[in-house]
Protein backbone atom coordinates (compact mmCIF):
# COMPACT_ATOMS: atom_id res chain seq x y z
CA UNK A 1 0.00 0.00 0.00
CA UNK A 2 2.93 2.22 0.67
CA UNK A 3 4.56 1.85 -2.76
CA UNK A 4 0.97 2.41 -4.28
CA UNK A 5 0.71 5.91 -2.38
CA UNK A 6 4.22 6.95 -3.49
CA UNK A 7 3.72 6.00 -7.23
CA UNK A 8 0.25 7.58 -7.13
CA UNK A 9 1.23 10.87 -5.82
CA UNK A 10 4.79 10.95 -7.80
CA UNK A 11 2.31 10.57 -10.56
CA UNK A 12 0.24 13.86 -9.07
CA UNK A 13 3.22 16.11 -8.76
CA UNK A 14 4.28 15.19 -12.26
CA UNK A 15 0.94 16.16 -13.26
CA UNK A 16 0.74 19.90 -10.72
CA UNK A 17 4.33 20.70 -12.17
CA UNK A 18 2.92 20.34 -15.73
CA UNK A 19 0.16 22.23 -15.82
CA UNK A 20 2.26 25.05 -13.32
CA UNK A 21 4.64 24.66 -16.78
CA UNK A 22 1.47 25.24 -19.17
CA UNK A 23 0.29 28.26 -16.60
CA UNK A 24 3.73 29.64 -17.31
CA UNK A 25 3.50 30.01 -20.58
CA UNK A 26 0.47 31.84 -20.94
CA UNK A 27 1.97 34.68 -19.57
CA UNK A 28 0.22 37.88 -21.01
CA UNK A 29 3.25 38.70 -22.76
CA UNK A 30 3.52 36.09 -24.91
CA UNK A 31 -0.47 36.50 -26.13
CA UNK A 32 -0.71 40.62 -26.37
CA UNK A 33 0.95 41.92 -29.30
CA UNK A 34 -0.10 45.27 -28.21
CA UNK A 35 1.55 48.43 -27.81
CA UNK A 36 1.80 52.06 -26.39
CA UNK A 37 1.89 54.76 -27.73
CA UNK A 38 4.64 57.08 -25.27
CA UNK A 39 5.32 61.19 -25.47
CA UNK A 40 8.77 61.34 -25.21
CA UNK A 41 9.98 65.38 -26.06
CA UNK A 42 7.02 65.85 -27.86
CA UNK A 43 7.58 63.09 -30.18
CA UNK A 44 5.35 59.86 -30.42
CA UNK A 45 6.69 56.52 -30.32
CA UNK A 46 5.22 52.84 -29.78
CA UNK A 47 7.08 50.99 -27.19
CA UNK A 48 5.94 47.15 -26.36
CA UNK A 49 3.46 47.10 -23.40
CA UNK A 50 5.89 45.17 -21.42
CA UNK A 51 8.59 48.20 -21.66
CA UNK A 52 5.78 50.57 -20.08
CA UNK A 53 7.40 52.25 -16.94
CA UNK A 54 5.82 54.08 -14.12
CA UNK A 55 5.65 57.68 -15.05
CA UNK A 56 5.80 57.44 -18.62
CA UNK A 57 3.46 59.59 -20.47
CA UNK A 58 1.18 57.93 -23.01
CA UNK A 59 -1.08 59.14 -26.16
CA UNK A 60 -4.01 57.00 -26.20
CA UNK A 61 -6.75 57.15 -29.19
CA UNK A 62 -10.58 56.93 -29.51
CA UNK A 63 -11.24 53.49 -29.15
CA UNK A 64 -8.31 51.84 -27.50
CA UNK A 65 -7.67 50.21 -24.09
CA UNK A 66 -6.05 51.83 -21.73
CA UNK A 67 -2.88 49.40 -20.73
CA UNK A 68 -2.44 50.30 -17.10
CA UNK A 69 -3.63 52.12 -14.37
CA UNK A 70 -3.10 56.27 -15.12
CA UNK A 71 -3.70 59.88 -14.20
CA UNK A 72 -5.43 61.67 -16.81
CA UNK A 73 -3.12 64.71 -18.28
CA UNK A 74 -5.79 66.26 -20.67
CA UNK A 75 -8.63 67.84 -19.60
CA UNK A 76 -11.28 65.98 -20.15
CA UNK A 77 -12.20 62.24 -21.32
CA UNK A 78 -14.50 60.01 -21.59
CA UNK A 79 -14.38 56.27 -21.27
CA UNK A 80 -16.17 53.14 -21.45
CA UNK A 81 -15.34 50.76 -18.07
CA UNK A 82 -17.98 47.79 -19.83
CA UNK A 83 -14.58 45.07 -20.08
CA UNK A 84 -14.72 45.34 -17.00
CA UNK A 85 -18.07 46.02 -14.88
CA UNK A 86 -20.09 45.42 -18.05
CA UNK A 87 -21.88 49.04 -17.96
CA UNK A 88 -21.22 50.44 -21.27
CA UNK A 89 -22.28 53.95 -20.47
CA UNK A 90 -19.19 56.41 -20.58
CA UNK A 91 -17.94 57.63 -16.91
CA UNK A 92 -16.68 61.25 -17.46
CA UNK A 93 -12.92 61.66 -16.19
CA UNK A 94 -11.82 65.11 -15.88
CA UNK A 95 -7.89 66.32 -15.32
CA UNK A 96 -5.57 64.21 -12.47
CA UNK A 97 -8.52 61.28 -12.31
CA UNK A 98 -7.24 58.36 -12.02
CA UNK A 99 -8.34 55.95 -14.99
CA UNK A 100 -8.13 51.75 -14.16
CA UNK A 101 -6.38 49.68 -16.88
CA UNK A 102 -8.96 48.27 -19.22
CA UNK A 103 -11.03 51.45 -20.17
CA UNK A 104 -11.79 52.39 -23.31
CA UNK A 105 -11.39 55.81 -24.93
CA UNK A 106 -14.60 56.67 -26.21
CA UNK A 107 -14.03 60.14 -27.62
CA UNK A 108 -10.84 62.07 -28.43
CA UNK A 109 -7.43 61.01 -27.99
CA UNK A 110 -5.97 61.48 -24.18
CA UNK A 111 -2.72 61.74 -22.49
CA UNK A 112 -2.00 60.32 -19.20
CA UNK A 113 0.68 59.27 -17.13
CA UNK A 114 1.53 55.87 -15.89
CA UNK A 115 0.43 55.21 -12.59
CA UNK A 116 1.04 51.36 -11.88
CA UNK A 117 3.19 49.25 -14.19
CA UNK A 118 1.01 46.72 -16.86
CA UNK A 119 -0.42 44.10 -14.26
CA UNK A 120 -0.28 40.96 -16.12
CA UNK A 121 -2.74 39.18 -13.93
CA UNK A 122 -5.46 42.08 -15.35
CA UNK A 123 -4.82 41.67 -18.46
CA UNK A 124 -4.64 37.56 -18.55
CA UNK A 125 -8.29 38.15 -17.00
CA UNK A 126 -9.25 40.32 -19.58
CA UNK A 127 -8.39 38.34 -22.35
CA UNK A 128 -9.83 34.58 -20.17
CA UNK A 129 -12.88 36.77 -19.51
CA UNK A 130 -16.24 34.59 -19.45
CA UNK A 131 -17.99 37.90 -21.47
CA UNK A 132 -15.89 37.32 -24.24
CA UNK A 133 -16.35 33.43 -24.29
CA UNK A 134 -18.54 32.05 -27.43
CA UNK A 135 -22.02 31.81 -26.45
CA UNK A 136 -23.57 28.67 -28.75
CA UNK A 137 -27.02 27.18 -28.61
CA UNK A 138 -25.97 24.10 -29.01
CA UNK A 139 -22.45 22.81 -27.86
CA UNK A 140 -20.79 20.68 -30.02
CA UNK A 141 -19.04 17.89 -28.08
CA UNK A 142 -16.08 15.99 -29.77
CA UNK A 143 -16.12 11.53 -29.42
CA UNK A 144 -12.87 12.84 -27.39
CA UNK A 145 -15.96 14.95 -24.75
CA UNK A 146 -18.11 11.62 -24.96
CA UNK A 147 -15.45 9.10 -24.11
CA UNK A 148 -14.42 11.50 -21.28
CA UNK A 149 -17.77 11.75 -19.87
CA UNK A 150 -18.44 7.80 -19.55
CA UNK A 151 -14.85 6.54 -19.27
CA UNK A 152 -15.03 6.86 -14.99
CA UNK A 153 -18.65 5.12 -14.67
CA UNK A 154 -16.89 2.06 -17.46
CA UNK A 155 -13.62 1.46 -15.49
CA UNK A 156 -15.44 1.33 -11.82
CA UNK A 157 -17.69 -1.10 -13.46
CA UNK A 158 -15.36 -3.10 -15.63
CA UNK A 159 -13.19 -3.10 -12.16
CA UNK A 160 -16.22 -4.45 -9.73
CA UNK A 161 -17.22 -7.03 -12.86
CA UNK A 162 -13.70 -7.86 -12.70
CA UNK A 163 -13.15 -8.45 -8.91
CA UNK A 164 -16.96 -10.29 -8.76
CA UNK A 165 -15.59 -12.56 -11.60
CA UNK A 166 -12.08 -13.44 -9.59
CA UNK A 167 -13.96 -14.06 -6.51
CA UNK A 168 -15.39 -17.77 -8.66
CA UNK A 169 -11.83 -18.16 -10.26
CA UNK A 170 -9.58 -17.24 -7.57
CA UNK A 171 -10.76 -15.51 -4.06
CA UNK A 172 -7.25 -14.11 -2.99
CA UNK A 173 -6.41 -12.02 -6.34
CA UNK A 174 -9.89 -10.55 -6.57
CA UNK A 175 -9.25 -7.66 -4.12
CA UNK A 176 -6.03 -7.33 -6.72
CA UNK A 177 -7.45 -7.44 -9.94
CA UNK A 178 -10.57 -5.13 -8.57
CA UNK A 179 -7.90 -2.16 -7.32
CA UNK A 180 -5.42 -2.98 -9.99
CA UNK A 181 -7.71 -2.07 -12.70
CA UNK A 182 -8.96 1.07 -10.87
CA UNK A 183 -5.49 2.71 -10.40
CA UNK A 184 -3.99 1.67 -14.23
CA UNK A 185 -6.90 3.09 -16.22
CA UNK A 186 -6.70 6.32 -14.99
CA UNK A 187 -8.38 9.25 -16.66
CA UNK A 188 -5.32 12.09 -15.85
CA UNK A 189 -3.93 10.24 -19.24
CA UNK A 190 -6.67 10.42 -21.14
CA UNK A 191 -7.14 14.28 -20.49
CA UNK A 192 -3.18 14.93 -20.50
CA UNK A 193 -3.46 13.43 -24.17
CA UNK A 194 -5.68 16.46 -25.53
CA UNK A 195 -4.56 18.87 -22.58
CA UNK A 196 -1.00 18.77 -23.09
CA UNK A 197 -0.82 18.52 -27.09
CA UNK A 198 -3.05 21.81 -27.35
CA UNK A 199 -1.23 23.97 -24.57
CA UNK A 200 2.36 22.99 -26.78
CA UNK A 201 0.39 23.33 -29.58
CA UNK A 202 -0.44 26.47 -28.73
CA UNK A 203 3.25 27.13 -27.48
CA UNK A 204 4.35 26.74 -30.47
CA UNK A 205 1.95 28.91 -32.42
CA UNK A 206 3.20 31.94 -30.10
CA UNK A 207 7.17 31.52 -30.92
CA UNK A 208 5.63 32.44 -34.22
CA UNK A 209 3.67 35.32 -33.32
CA UNK A 210 -0.04 33.12 -33.67
CA UNK A 211 -1.34 34.46 -30.17
CA UNK A 212 -4.77 31.69 -29.36
CA UNK A 213 -6.81 32.93 -26.69
CA UNK A 214 -7.70 28.60 -25.75
CA UNK A 215 -7.25 25.04 -27.24
CA UNK A 216 -10.47 25.33 -28.38
CA UNK A 217 -10.06 28.06 -31.24
CA UNK A 218 -7.30 25.65 -32.79
CA UNK A 219 -10.29 23.06 -33.52
CA UNK A 220 -12.53 25.81 -35.02
CA UNK A 221 -9.67 26.89 -36.91
CA UNK A 222 -8.57 23.62 -38.25
CA UNK A 223 -12.65 22.75 -39.32
CA UNK A 224 -12.99 26.04 -40.87
CA UNK A 225 -13.31 26.26 -44.88
CA UNK A 226 -14.20 30.12 -45.31
CA UNK A 227 -11.70 32.46 -45.26
CA UNK A 228 -12.92 35.83 -45.08
CA UNK A 229 -10.59 39.33 -44.87
CA UNK A 230 -10.82 42.59 -44.30
CA UNK A 231 -8.85 45.15 -46.28
CA UNK A 232 -7.36 48.51 -44.94
CA UNK A 233 -4.86 47.56 -42.51
CA UNK A 234 -5.70 43.59 -43.15
CA UNK A 235 -4.29 42.85 -46.67
CA UNK A 236 -2.50 46.06 -46.92
CA UNK A 237 0.86 47.18 -45.16
CA UNK A 238 -0.23 49.79 -42.85
CA UNK A 239 3.00 51.87 -42.39
CA UNK A 240 3.48 52.13 -45.95
CA UNK A 241 1.49 53.96 -48.56
CA UNK A 242 1.60 57.21 -50.89
CA UNK A 243 -0.52 60.09 -49.80
CA UNK A 244 -1.68 63.06 -51.50
CA UNK A 245 -4.22 65.75 -51.43
CA UNK A 246 -6.44 66.89 -54.34
CA UNK A 247 -8.42 70.00 -53.83
CA UNK A 248 -6.73 73.57 -52.59
CA UNK A 249 -3.18 73.25 -51.03
CA UNK A 250 -3.95 73.33 -47.18
CA UNK A 251 -2.85 76.02 -45.13
CA UNK A 252 -0.38 75.25 -42.43
CA UNK A 253 -3.00 76.51 -40.12
CA UNK A 254 -5.62 73.89 -41.88
CA UNK A 255 -2.51 70.90 -41.78
CA UNK A 256 -2.53 71.77 -38.20
CA UNK A 257 -6.16 71.25 -37.43
CA UNK A 258 -6.64 68.33 -39.04
CA UNK A 259 -3.57 67.20 -38.12
CA UNK A 260 -5.40 67.50 -34.75
CA UNK A 261 -8.44 65.65 -35.55
CA UNK A 262 -7.08 62.83 -37.14
CA UNK A 263 -4.28 62.14 -34.25
CA UNK A 264 -7.37 60.93 -31.95
CA UNK A 265 -8.87 58.19 -34.41
CA UNK A 266 -7.05 54.68 -34.24
CA UNK A 267 -7.80 53.93 -37.65
CA UNK A 268 -5.37 52.86 -40.33
CA UNK A 269 -5.89 55.67 -42.38
CA UNK A 270 -6.04 58.41 -40.09
CA UNK A 271 -2.94 57.52 -38.61
CA UNK A 272 -1.41 57.55 -42.86
CA UNK A 273 -2.68 61.10 -42.60
CA UNK A 274 -1.83 62.19 -39.37
CA UNK A 275 1.94 61.00 -40.19
CA UNK A 276 1.92 62.31 -43.46
CA UNK A 277 0.82 65.92 -42.43
CA UNK A 278 3.56 65.62 -39.39
CA UNK A 279 2.29 68.43 -37.34
CA UNK A 280 4.39 68.24 -33.90
CA UNK A 281 2.28 71.03 -32.15
CA UNK A 282 -2.10 70.79 -32.91
CA UNK A 283 -5.02 72.50 -31.29
CA UNK A 284 -7.60 71.18 -29.18
CA UNK A 285 -10.14 69.16 -30.80
CA UNK A 286 -14.24 69.55 -28.83
CA UNK A 287 -17.02 67.11 -29.15
CA UNK A 288 -14.94 64.71 -31.43
CA UNK A 289 -16.88 61.17 -32.26
CA UNK A 290 -15.94 58.21 -34.51
CA UNK A 291 -18.94 56.46 -36.25
CA UNK A 292 -17.46 53.06 -36.99
CA UNK A 293 -17.55 52.61 -40.77
CA UNK A 294 -17.67 56.08 -42.22
CA UNK A 295 -15.31 58.66 -40.39
CA UNK A 296 -14.80 61.11 -37.89
CA UNK A 297 -15.67 64.43 -37.10
CA UNK A 298 -14.68 67.69 -33.95
CA UNK A 299 -14.46 71.03 -33.74
CA UNK A 300 -10.99 72.72 -33.64
CA UNK A 301 -10.15 76.69 -33.39
CA UNK A 302 -14.15 76.99 -33.88
CA UNK A 303 -14.49 74.88 -37.53
CA UNK A 304 -16.77 72.00 -37.83
CA UNK A 305 -14.25 68.77 -39.70
CA UNK A 306 -15.48 66.39 -40.58
CA UNK A 307 -13.25 63.33 -41.83
CA UNK A 308 -14.34 59.69 -43.40
CA UNK A 309 -16.19 58.44 -46.95
CA UNK A 310 -17.36 60.49 -49.24
CA UNK A 311 -21.10 60.25 -48.40
CA UNK A 312 -19.97 60.77 -44.48
CA UNK A 313 -18.63 63.88 -45.89
CA UNK A 314 -20.97 65.00 -48.14
CA UNK A 315 -19.12 64.32 -51.24
CA UNK A 316 -20.82 62.48 -54.52
CA UNK A 317 -18.04 62.59 -56.80
CA UNK A 318 -16.30 59.35 -57.90
CA UNK A 319 -13.98 57.53 -56.17
CA UNK A 320 -10.20 58.10 -56.91
CA UNK A 321 -8.62 54.69 -59.47
CA UNK A 322 -6.73 52.22 -57.21
CA UNK A 323 -6.56 54.42 -53.83
CA UNK A 324 -8.34 54.73 -50.60
CA UNK A 325 -9.81 58.10 -49.86
CA UNK A 326 -10.65 60.62 -47.16
CA UNK A 327 -12.75 63.14 -47.85
CA UNK A 328 -12.24 66.21 -45.75
CA UNK A 329 -15.63 68.71 -45.15
CA UNK A 330 -15.04 72.10 -43.42
CA UNK A 331 -18.66 73.64 -41.78
CA UNK A 332 -19.97 71.46 -43.90
CA UNK A 333 -18.44 72.09 -47.21
CA UNK A 334 -16.17 69.37 -49.10
CA UNK A 335 -12.70 70.97 -48.71
CA UNK A 336 -11.04 67.94 -50.62
CA UNK A 337 -9.71 64.59 -50.76
CA UNK A 338 -6.60 62.97 -49.22
CA UNK A 339 -5.89 60.02 -51.84
CA UNK A 340 -3.67 57.17 -50.12
CA UNK A 341 -2.22 54.41 -52.11
CA UNK A 342 -2.45 51.58 -50.00
CA UNK A 343 0.61 48.55 -50.37
CA UNK A 344 -0.60 45.27 -50.35
CA UNK A 345 1.12 43.35 -47.88
CA UNK A 346 4.28 41.40 -49.56
CA UNK A 347 3.56 38.15 -51.11
CA UNK A 348 -0.04 38.15 -50.65
CA UNK A 349 -0.88 36.61 -53.95
CA UNK A 350 1.64 33.47 -53.47
CA UNK A 351 -0.16 33.61 -49.64
CA UNK A 352 -3.52 33.87 -51.62
CA UNK A 353 -2.91 30.80 -53.54
CA UNK A 354 -1.90 28.84 -50.75
CA UNK A 355 -4.93 29.55 -48.52
CA UNK A 356 -7.15 28.44 -51.83
CA UNK A 357 -6.23 25.00 -51.64
CA UNK A 358 -8.13 24.35 -48.30
CA UNK A 359 -10.41 27.77 -48.08
CA UNK A 360 -12.44 29.57 -49.97
CA UNK A 361 -11.44 33.00 -50.18
CA UNK A 362 -13.46 36.23 -49.83
CA UNK A 363 -13.12 40.32 -49.43
CA UNK A 364 -15.98 42.36 -46.60
CA UNK A 365 -13.98 45.76 -47.17
CA UNK A 366 -15.51 49.15 -45.46
CA UNK A 367 -13.32 50.81 -48.22
CA UNK A 368 -14.59 51.79 -51.69
CA UNK A 369 -13.78 49.50 -54.73
CA UNK A 370 -11.07 51.08 -55.98
CA UNK A 371 -8.64 48.72 -55.83
CA UNK A 372 -11.32 45.87 -57.00
CA UNK A 373 -9.35 44.94 -59.98
CA UNK A 374 -5.97 44.90 -58.53
CA UNK A 375 -7.62 42.36 -56.27
CA UNK A 376 -9.70 40.46 -58.28
CA UNK A 377 -6.91 37.74 -59.78
CA UNK A 378 -6.78 37.06 -55.57
CA UNK A 379 -10.39 36.85 -54.52
CA UNK A 380 -11.97 36.63 -57.94
CA UNK A 381 -15.63 38.15 -57.81
CA UNK A 382 -16.02 37.72 -54.27
CA UNK A 383 -15.49 41.26 -52.74
CA UNK A 384 -17.74 43.14 -51.30
CA UNK A 385 -16.79 46.94 -50.92
CA UNK A 386 -18.45 50.08 -48.94
CA UNK A 387 -19.26 47.36 -45.70
CA UNK A 388 -20.39 48.75 -42.99
CA UNK A 389 -19.50 46.77 -39.63
CA UNK A 390 -22.92 45.21 -39.53
CA UNK A 391 -22.93 44.26 -43.08
CA UNK A 392 -19.86 42.15 -42.40
CA UNK A 393 -21.50 40.82 -39.14
CA UNK A 394 -24.65 39.34 -41.72
CA UNK A 395 -22.36 38.18 -44.39
CA UNK A 396 -20.46 36.14 -41.73
CA UNK A 397 -23.81 34.82 -40.60
CA UNK A 398 -25.03 34.31 -43.85
CA UNK A 399 -22.30 31.73 -44.44
CA UNK A 400 -22.95 30.16 -41.31
CA UNK A 401 -26.53 29.61 -42.26
CA UNK A 402 -25.09 28.00 -46.00
CA UNK A 403 -22.97 25.22 -43.49
CA UNK A 404 -20.02 27.04 -43.83
CA UNK A 405 -17.46 27.98 -40.58
CA UNK A 406 -15.60 30.86 -41.52
CA UNK A 407 -12.54 32.25 -39.91
CA UNK A 408 -12.43 36.45 -40.02
CA UNK A 409 -9.78 38.31 -40.37
CA UNK A 410 -9.46 41.83 -39.76
CA UNK A 411 -7.79 44.74 -37.94
CA UNK A 412 -10.30 44.92 -35.35
CA UNK A 413 -11.74 48.53 -35.95
CA UNK A 414 -14.38 48.07 -38.14
CA UNK A 415 -14.38 44.07 -37.73
CA UNK A 416 -15.25 43.75 -33.76
CA UNK A 417 -18.94 41.95 -34.72
CA UNK A 418 -17.54 39.93 -37.51
CA UNK A 419 -14.57 38.76 -35.51
CA UNK A 420 -17.22 37.31 -32.51
CA UNK A 421 -19.49 36.06 -35.03
CA UNK A 422 -17.15 34.33 -37.25
CA UNK A 423 -16.72 30.35 -35.73
CA UNK A 424 -12.53 31.89 -35.47
CA UNK A 425 -11.81 35.57 -35.56
CA UNK A 426 -8.38 36.50 -36.02
CA UNK A 427 -7.22 40.33 -35.33
CA UNK A 428 -3.98 41.48 -37.33
CA UNK A 429 -1.53 43.42 -34.81
CA UNK A 430 1.08 46.16 -36.34
CA UNK A 431 1.95 47.90 -33.54
CA UNK A 432 -1.11 48.94 -32.50
CA UNK A 433 -2.49 48.97 -28.81
CA UNK A 434 -6.22 48.52 -29.75
CA UNK A 435 -6.91 45.09 -27.95
CA UNK A 436 -9.88 43.13 -28.68
CA UNK A 437 -10.72 40.23 -26.34
CA UNK A 438 -13.83 39.38 -28.50
CA UNK A 439 -11.51 37.52 -31.18
CA UNK A 440 -9.72 34.07 -30.97
CA UNK A 441 -6.72 34.98 -31.88
CA UNK A 442 -4.01 37.80 -32.36
CA UNK A 443 -1.43 37.48 -35.18
CA UNK A 444 1.46 39.58 -35.50
CA UNK A 445 1.64 41.72 -38.73
CA UNK A 446 5.25 40.75 -39.21
CA UNK A 447 3.84 36.68 -39.93
CA UNK A 448 1.16 37.26 -41.66
CA UNK A 449 3.22 35.44 -44.89
CA UNK A 450 3.35 32.25 -42.48
CA UNK A 451 -0.96 32.32 -42.69
CA UNK A 452 -0.90 29.68 -44.77
CA UNK A 453 1.32 28.00 -42.82
CA UNK A 454 -0.36 28.87 -39.46
CA UNK A 455 -3.52 27.19 -40.27
CA UNK A 456 -2.22 24.08 -41.97
CA UNK A 457 -0.05 23.88 -38.56
CA UNK A 458 -3.54 24.07 -36.66
CA UNK A 459 -4.89 20.87 -39.31
CA UNK A 460 -2.19 18.68 -38.28
CA UNK A 461 -2.26 19.56 -34.77
CA UNK A 462 -5.92 18.33 -34.46
CA UNK A 463 -4.68 14.92 -35.81
CA UNK A 464 -1.28 14.99 -33.54
CA UNK A 465 -4.53 15.35 -30.22
CA UNK A 466 -5.90 12.43 -32.28
CA UNK A 467 -3.10 10.33 -32.34
CA UNK A 468 -2.14 11.02 -29.11
CA UNK A 469 -5.98 10.39 -27.63
CA UNK A 470 -5.41 6.61 -29.25
CA UNK A 471 -2.33 5.82 -27.62
CA UNK A 472 -3.84 6.61 -24.08
CA UNK A 473 -6.85 4.23 -25.31
CA UNK A 474 -4.52 2.04 -26.08
CA UNK A 475 -2.66 2.61 -22.61
CA UNK A 476 -5.53 1.96 -20.65
CA UNK A 477 -6.91 -1.18 -22.51
CA UNK A 478 -3.35 -2.65 -22.52
CA UNK A 479 -3.41 -2.32 -18.59
CA UNK A 480 -7.17 -3.28 -18.31
CA UNK A 481 -6.18 -6.47 -19.90
CA UNK A 482 -3.98 -7.31 -17.64
CA UNK A 483 -5.14 -6.25 -14.38
CA UNK A 484 -8.54 -8.26 -15.45
CA UNK A 485 -6.37 -11.17 -16.10
CA UNK A 486 -4.39 -11.63 -12.98
CA UNK A 487 -1.35 -10.51 -14.34
CA UNK A 488 -0.37 -7.28 -13.25
CA UNK A 489 -0.62 -5.96 -8.82
CA UNK A 490 -1.86 -2.86 -7.80
CA UNK A 491 2.32 -1.55 -7.33
CA UNK A 492 3.65 -2.60 -10.87
CA UNK A 493 -0.37 -0.81 -12.13
CA UNK A 494 0.82 2.26 -10.03
CA UNK A 495 4.37 2.26 -11.20
CA UNK A 496 2.59 2.74 -14.89
CA UNK A 497 -0.06 5.18 -13.97
CA UNK A 498 2.55 7.98 -14.50
CA UNK A 499 4.41 6.22 -16.73
CA UNK A 500 1.51 6.79 -19.05
CA UNK A 501 1.76 10.20 -18.57
CA UNK A 502 4.69 10.49 -19.11
CA UNK A 503 4.68 8.35 -22.62
CA UNK A 504 2.09 10.90 -23.96
CA UNK A 505 3.08 14.22 -23.01
CA UNK A 506 6.61 12.82 -24.89
CA UNK A 507 4.41 12.00 -27.69
CA UNK A 508 3.18 15.13 -27.55
CA UNK A 509 6.06 17.35 -27.38
CA UNK A 510 8.17 15.40 -30.38
CA UNK A 511 5.06 15.88 -32.23
CA UNK A 512 4.24 19.35 -31.91
CA UNK A 513 7.91 20.42 -32.30
CA UNK A 514 8.39 18.11 -35.49
CA UNK A 515 5.03 19.41 -37.13
CA UNK A 516 5.79 23.21 -36.28
CA UNK A 517 9.68 22.69 -37.83
CA UNK A 518 8.30 20.63 -41.07
CA UNK A 519 5.36 23.46 -41.56
CA UNK A 520 6.87 26.70 -40.02
CA UNK A 521 10.70 26.58 -39.58
CA UNK A 522 12.41 28.31 -37.25
CA UNK A 523 10.91 31.06 -35.00
CA UNK A 524 12.27 34.28 -35.33
CA UNK A 525 11.44 34.31 -31.22
CA UNK A 526 11.62 32.76 -28.23
CA UNK A 527 8.05 33.99 -27.31
CA UNK A 528 9.04 36.17 -24.79
CA UNK A 529 8.91 39.89 -26.81
CA UNK A 530 6.40 39.91 -29.85
CA UNK A 531 7.27 43.59 -31.30
CA UNK A 532 10.74 44.70 -30.96
Given amino acids: MTGIVFFMLLGRYFQDRTYERLSFERDYKSYFPISVTILDNNTEKSVPVTDLKQGARIRVHHGEIIPADAILVSDVTYVDYSFVTGESEPVTKRKGEKIFAGARLTNSSAELIVQDQVSQSYLTQLWNNDSFSRRRTEERKTYIDFIN ?31 AVLIVACPCTLLLASTFTNASVLHWLGKFRFYLKNADAIDRIATSDVTVFDKTGTITNSGESMIEFNGAPL ?52 RHYIAGSAVHAGSSVKHAHGASEVWIAVNNQVRGHFIIHNRLRDGLESIASDLKNNYKLELLSGDNNSQAELLKPIF ?36 AGALAQAEAGIAISDNTNNFFPACDAILDGRSFSKLPGLLRYTKVARKIVVAAFIVSVLYNFAGMYYSLSGQMSPLIAAILMPLSSFSVILIATISTKIAASVILGKPEHDGDQVIQ
Avoid at 156 to 164: A, D, K, Y
Avoid at 275 to 296: C, D, F, M, R
Wanted: with cysteine; net charge negative; aromatic share 6%.
Fill in 149 to 179: RWFSSAVILTSLSGGVAWLFINPAESMNVLT
Fill in 380 to 415: NDSMKFSCTPQDKLDHIASLQKQGHKVIMIGDGLND
Fill in 251 to 302: TPEEKKEIAALTKNSGHPLSRKINAWLNQTETPEVHHYSEVSGKGISGDVNG
